[in-house]
């Protein structure tokens, strides 16, 4: 049984466009075998629930399972490490096309190679979300090299916590110019396109911390506070052409990201917090969730902690 339901057999018609997100093997409560069962949606946007999709194939009626994700141009920032990395692999697994942004060339063309190993689309361009033109030329590179943009990650970010009084003046200017200015610029480049086809996606990486505030954390807080102040403009002031907007924020995640903090009187706080750290493909997982859902469907806001993080 899956939830309140058992897999059926469903007849297949060309009405039907894509499997959900949850296709996966289970045992048949008829029979114990092994079967795969998916979500589909047809086009007059009805689920299918707990297609029993092998039984199907077996009936002769082949079905090409498309994902709302396959074939996606996503454009993700910060894709050299942690949270963008991971997304870049879930979303290649899933057959998106991937245009990976960030600094650090070496990682990137690593990645690139990975996921073109596997089989997949990915291409790259170093560049630098501060960058107003950087992000402009990202964008061309994109729409250039596949002839559109349907997602864009801001995800792009950098956290050294500090507390105010010791007055790291760069550290703060750096979060601002990142954490904000970079996202700015991100849906500057993209949105001229999107709103000519009058449809894409756009979304936003802020955190727990754009809920929550904690001593040490006031000004990345008030990064991810805006973040999510600017998605929520975003979507009011695009969702009649179409633009769906999500805030994705998460808890404590394992990557990268707490080795900027300099301040050692907050260091050992944060490291005890981050123990209890969840992966970054639980992130990815969340964002590919909001990715493939129905054109009409508009995931705005995701907080994805580890189960044992209070805060
Ligand atoms: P990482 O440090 O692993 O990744 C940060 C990414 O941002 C890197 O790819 C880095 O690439 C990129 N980046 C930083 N500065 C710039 C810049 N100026 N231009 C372009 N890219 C830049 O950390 P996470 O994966 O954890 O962070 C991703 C997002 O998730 C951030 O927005 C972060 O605030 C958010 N987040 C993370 C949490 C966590 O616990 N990990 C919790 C809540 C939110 P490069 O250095 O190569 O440019």
Do not use: C
């Not at 996966?24 to 114990?32: A, C, I, S």
């Not at 963008?84 to 990682?107: I, P, Y």
């Not at 769906?244 to 301040?263: F, K, Q, W």
Request: hydrophobic content about 40%; charged content about 25%.
């Amino acid at each position: 049984m899956i939830g309140d339901f058992a897999p059926k057999i469903v007849e297949l018609t060309d009405d039907i466009l894509f499997g959900d997100v949850w296709e996966r093997k289970e045992l048949d409560p008829r029979d114990r075998s092994l079967i795969t069962v998916a979500n589909l949606i047809t086009s007059d946007n009805t689920k299918q629930l707990g297609f029993h999709l092998n039984k199907a194939k077996e009936n002769g009626r082949m079905l090409n399972i498309m994902s709302n994700i396959q074939d996606k141009v996503v454009m993700i920032t910060g894709a050299s490490s942690g949270i963008g990395e991971a997304t870049a692999k879930e979303l290649s697994s899933k057959s998106a096309k991937l245009v990976l942004a960030a600094r650090r060339e070496d990682r990137l063309k690593k990645l690139q190679e990975e996921i073109q190993n596997n089989g997949g689309q990915a291409i790259y361009k170093v560049t630098d979300v501060t960058s107003h033109e950087q992000m402009e030329e990202l964008a061309e590179y994109a729409l250039k090299e596949f002839g559109k943009i349907d997602v864009l990650i801001n995800n792009a970010g950098v956290m050294p916590h500090s507390f105010l009084y010791k007055k790291k003046i760069d550290d703060w200017n750096k979060m601002i110019d990142v954490n904000i200015k970079g996202v700015l610029y991100g849906i500057a480049a993209v949105l001229p396109s999107m709103r000519e086809r009058k449809e894409g996606h756009i979304i936003n990486v802020s955190s727990v911390a754009g809920h929550v505030v904690g001593a040490g954390s006031t000004v990345y807080a008030g990064t991810k506070f805006a973040v999510r102040a600017i998605s929520e403009g975003l979507r009011k002031e695009e969702y009649g052409n179409d633009i769906r907007t999500t805030i994705i924020s998460p808890g404590a995640v394992h990557t990268e990201l707490t080795n900027s903090i300099t301040d050692m009187d907050l260091k050992p706080g944060i490291d005890e917090i981050y123990k209890g750290a969840i992966e970054a493909d639980s992130i990815a997982r969340a964002i590919a969730f909001a990715i493939e859902q129905p054109s009409d469907v508009a995931v705005n806001e995701m907080i994805i902690r580890p189960t044992q993080q209070e805060r």
